[in-house]
């Protein structure tokens, strides 16, 4: 699409510069930053036409807690083997796994085979386009509803991401971070921010997203190459310290989150079942590998069988 044209800037620190009286909220963040997006936004496959709503789908459930760099070739691999939500939905849940690789947190493998399955069903294997028909998918939540809605259908919705909450976090409320979690008071910025057309919208926000991926990170922010630092509350403040609670820190090894990743990945190589004993030679502690096979059978993620047996799921 054409990004609106750049408007003059005036008061920063309330997202309103160089808007109009009366306008909405951030109504002055929308073109410098859609413009910024139309010159700087990466390639990525989910954002081309071909790759459709379904592709996009598949991208959402991939990039949660996951870097572009770690999901682009699995998500081609992916779009190859099953290019239709049917093409999925026709495999066992365990082949989702299998194919998820080391992407991490492999439940969302399932999810994705389970909303497969419910898009063959329903909606005769198209990705339906209404917010509320997508929500009630299983596996997906409020944010995946809302991304797949506008990303793919052009719609109008606040997609907060990690990345957005914190650009708007520093640009509109002056805080370095947003809080841990996603909170009531962050949504209904989201919505205030939201340009009023469809299509600007959904430019908006894939653009607010790209700007904390790329520009407004998390550490070593590049505020010399941001459209809107001259609006930034947090910066205009002088950049103060994040003072609310402590920023959780993603640990892995040594955890079930390793041992449970081990595990799967014997699962993953064999294409028949397993016995206890070639999954007791991944982790010396018997204790944590215990309970880190018996997580994976609770999340459907391994099926036991008899004789002590295991395999990644069927059905």
């Excluded at 990743?261 to 014997?266: D, S, T």
């Excluded at 294409?271 to 096979?293: G, I, N």
Aim: glycine letters at 8%.
């Amino acid at each position: 699409m054409t990004a609106p044209t750049k408007p003059p800037h005036s008061s920063p620190a309330d997202g309103t510069s160089g808007a109009p009286p009366g306008a909405p909220v951030g109504a002055g963040l929308h073109a410098p930053v859609i413009d910024w997006f139309d010159e700087h936004a990466r390639d990525l496959p989910w954002r081309r036409p071909e790759a459709g709503p379904w592709g996009v789908m598949v991208s959402e459930f991939m990039l949660q807690q996951t870097p572009v760099s770690r999901v682009l070739p699995v998500y081609e691999q992916w779009l190859a083997r099953w290019p239709r939500p049917a093409d999925l939905a026709a495999e066992a849940p365990g082949e989702a796994v299998r194919a998820w690789g080391r992407l991490g947190y492999p439940r969302r493998a399932l999810r994705l085979h389970g909303a497969a399955v419910a898009i063959t069903e329903r909606h005769g294997g198209d990705v339906p386009a209404e917010h509320a028909q997508l929500l009630a998918l299983p596996g997906i939540g409020e944010y995946t509803a809302a991304a797949v809605a506008s990303f793919a259908y052009g719609q109008r919705h606040a997609v907060l991401d990690t990345n957005v909450r914190r650009v708007f976090a520093r640009a509109v409320t002056g805080a370095q971070y947003p809080p841990n979690a996603t909170t009531a008071a962050e949504r209904r910025l989201a919505r205030a921010l939201l340009p009023e057309d469809e299509e600007t919208a959904a430019r908006w926000a894939a653009a607010s997203m790209e700007l904390g991926a790329l520009v407004c990170t998390a550490k070593n922010e590049t505020c010399q190459r941001c459209p809107i630092a001259a609006q930034c509350a947090w910066r205009l403040a002088g950049k103060p310290e994040h003072d609310g609670p402590p920023r959780r820190g993603q640990t892995y090894a040594g955890t079930d989150r390793q041992v449970r990743g081990k595990l799967l990945a014997v699962l993953r190589e064999a294409h028949a079942a397993v016995p206890q004993a070639a999954l007791d030679r991944v982790w010396h502690e018997p204790v944590q590998r215990a309970r880190a096979l018996d997580g994976l059978v609770a999340d459907g993620l391994v099926e036991p069988l008899p004789g002590g047996l295991y395999r990644l799921p069927l059905t």
